[in-house]
């Protein structure tokens, strides 16, 4: 059973491998300057400019 779906398995972990290279990548490519968690705010998950916060 393992042997017959061994290829299904390792083509899964593949993609899922790739896209998170992929996620990175373009997390990476689109954030250009440095980002600050801003804890006054009212969504202090929300990432702004460090910038902004000096």
Same mark, same amino acid.
């Given at each position: ?8 398995? *390792?083509?899964?972990?593949? *993609? ?21 968690r801003?804890?006054?705010? *009212?969504?202090?998950?929300?990432? *702004? ?6």
């Open positions: 059973m393992i042997r017959k779906y061994f290829w299904l398995i *390792v083509f899964s972990l593949t *993609v899922f491998i790739f896209d998170a290279l992929i996620m990175q990548w373009i997390e990476f490519l689109t954030t250009e300057s440095d980002k600050c801003n804890m006054n705010s *009212v969504n202090p998950l929300k990432l *702004v400019d460090c910038a902004e916060l000096d």
